[in-house]
Structure formats: C-alpha cells, structure tokens
C-alpha cells in the first residue's frame, strides 16, 4: 500500500511543483526534511528508550498481564485468533492504557512492540493479519481522555476556557474508534 | 484537569517502578535492557521516517495542498464544514507537525473560543496522524502488505473530523 502511495505523493507533488513554478521550494524542501526527519527521531529516540525500560520493568512485575486481563473482553472482540497466553495481549493492553493516557511519543514504542507480538503470531508474515490491521486502526483512531498538546495550544492562543472541548474531543474520538473498527470489520472479508 | 495531565506520565512511572521493586524485579537493569531495545526500534524506523516526511514536504510545497483545499471547499461548505478547518482536515492524516504548525497558526487566527477554533481544536484532539502512525508500526514489522488498515482508518479519522464539527456546532 505505502509503495503506491509513496509514488503518487512524490509524482503528484513534483509535476504540481513544476505547473506552478515552485521547483526551487519543492527542492529546499525535501533537502531539509531530511533533517528534520533526523532531529524528530532523535527526539523520540530518548523517549523510546525511557518508555521501553519502563516497560520491561511492568513486564517483569507482572503488572502487564493485570491490566490484560482486565481488558479481556474488550480484545476477545477485536482481535480474535490471538493465543490466551501470548505475550501480543499484554502488549496490545499496554500500548491501548498509554494511548488513553496520551503519552503521545510514548505509545509509540508501546504500539510498536505490540505490532511485533502480532507479527509473532502471524508468522511473520510480510502480509498483515486482521489483527494486525485492526490494531493499527484502533491506534490511528487515538481515544484520549485528555489532548493535553491542544489544551496547551489553546492557552496559548487566549482561550478562556482550553479544557471546554474535552467532552467534544471524546465525542468525537468515540465516533472515530467505532467507525474504525466497524470499517476495519468489514472490510477484512 | 491540569492536575491529571501533569500528573498521569509521573503516576505511570512511579507505579510500574514501585510494584516492579516489591515484586522483587532488578529494577535498573531490567531497564537498562529495555530501553537498549528502544533505542534499536527508534534506528529501525529512521530510513521509514525520512521517506514519508520527505513525500509529505514535496507535497506541502509544491502548493498542492492549497490547491486541492480551494477545489473541495464549495462542496464541503455545502454539507456544513466550514472552509477554515479545510486544510488542517487535508493535511492531519498525512503530517503531525504539519497539521499542529497550521492549526497553531490558524487558531490564533480565527480566535481560540469561536466556532472554527472550537472545532479545529477537537480535531486535533480526536484524530491521529495515520500514514505516520501505520508507517511506523508496519515498517518496524517489515510488513508490506497492510491490506485494509489505511483505508479503514482513514474512514475513522474522518468520520471523527465530522463528528468533531457537528458536535462542536451542539455543544
């Protein structure tokens, strides 16, 4: 899917840049996204790290399979066919809890490691198993109980009251996740 | 609410720490070891990173982004979506911080508390960047086929936009 996407992006990108005269932007641009590329991952790289560690300690204490079981119900539904005792549960559990923690950056390393328990159980596969794709959509649709980057813009930008939108931010967000997963169903058959 | 978003990275930590210790876990090595696996992942993903943020800055500055932005706005002004949130609508599946620098701008613009402040604010809030997101999470499995999951989450993203507007237009 990306190798097509790439090309169109790239294709579509350089003829507009060409039609309408901004060949020198498009090309300072992508000498400088290279940079910025860098110096994001860089950023991420200490917070991987961090949340990673952490991790593995949960991991250790145990405290992963708590929250999995808790969240049984929920994942029996969404990812079937995913063995009882596999590790991919607690990793899914984890990466969901920080995902509505918002710990932004941090989830990442969190869905990255689950991504790759459910790879495990899809032998490695270069093909995505439902399961996998289904994540992915739960993750894209990102429930936040609280979108502390916007409140901060919003302050910034002399709201009176930032936190006023949450209960539209959940709204919103339970009406992303549903879809999502209702799309994500139908469309695996 | 200040108090809970200060308070829930601190919270996670020192739990996850303290029960690690009574439970009797090496704590720092235990660490150590995990976030030498981190810094692998994060390795892993740069070659994946620098080729979308490259499409997404060619894209941004070739102009195309404006262009198709003043080609969907009548028929989106049409079924109630009003043409300020439009490009951040354009571009937030496709560039986090693309889509926060116009939101940060565009919300200074528009005033932080009127109705297309109100509702850029929400999607930013409910919505993901998702060509990052699945780019990251299937490059690190060396997945090349994702079937469905852009389609879908693309259908999700956007049906949160739209709530997004309509629901900040009630409440």
């Known amino acids: 899917m990306l ?9 579509a990108g350089v003829v507009t840049g060409l039609l309408t005269g901004r060949i020198k932007e498009v090309s300072e641009a992508v000498l400088a996204s290279c940079t910025s590329s860098v110096s994001l991952v860089m950023t991420m790289l200490g917070a991987m790290c961090l949340w990673s560690g952490i991790m593995r300690v949960a991991q250790k204490a ?9 969240l049984k119900g929920v994942f029996k539904f969404l990812f079937p066919g995913i063995p009882k005792d596999h590790p991919a549960n607690g990793a899914i559990a984890m990466s969901i809890s920080a995902d509505l923690l918002g710990l932004g950056n941090a989830a990442t390393p969190l869905g990255i490691m689950a991504m790759k328990e459910l790879s495990d159980v899809n032998g490695n596969s270069t093909v995505a198993s439902n399961a996998m794709v289904m994540f992915g959509v739960v993750n894209a649709a990102c429930i936040q109980l609280i979108p502390a980057t916007v409140l901060v813009v919003r302050q910034q930008a002399g709201s009176a009251d930032p936190s006023s939108i949450i209960p539209c931010v959940w709204i919103a967000s339970l009406a992303s996740a549903v879809s999502g997963v209702v799309a994500a169903k139908i469309l695996e058959k | 609410m200040d108090f809970i978003s200060n308070f829930s990275i601190p919270a996670v930590i020192f739990v996850i720490v303290v029960i690690g210790w009574i439970k009797g876990v090496k704590v720092f090595d235990v660490f150590v070891e995990g976030a030498y696996e981190g810094a692998k992942t994060a390795f892993e993903i740069l070659p994946v990173m620098v080729g979308i943020i490259a499409a997404v800055s060619i894209l941004n500055a070739s102009g195309l982004v404006d262009i198709l932005t003043n080609l969907v706005r009548k028929p989106l002004e049409f079924i109630g979506i009003p043409a300020e949130v439009i490009p951040v609508m354009l571009i937030r599946p ?6 926060l620098g116009l939101f940060m701008e565009q919300i200074k613009r528009y005033g932080a508390d009127s109705y297309a402040g109100r509702a850029l604010s929400t999607i930013m809030g409910s919505s993901e960047t998702v060509m990052y997101t699945l780019a990251v999470y299937f490059g ?3 997945v090349r086929d994702t079937r469905h999951a852009l389609a879908a989450s693309l259908i999700s993203s956007y049906v949160g936009m739209l709530a997004a507007i309509y629901v900040c237009k009630i409440l």
């Open chain 1, 3 to 11: 190798n097509v996407i790439w090309v169109i992006m790239i294709f």
């Open chain 2, 94 to 99: 496709f560039s986090g911080s693309a889509s």
């Open chain 2, 140 to 142: 690190a499995t060396g």
């Open chain 1, 62 to 70: 145990g405290l992963v399979n708590t929250l999995a079981r808790l």
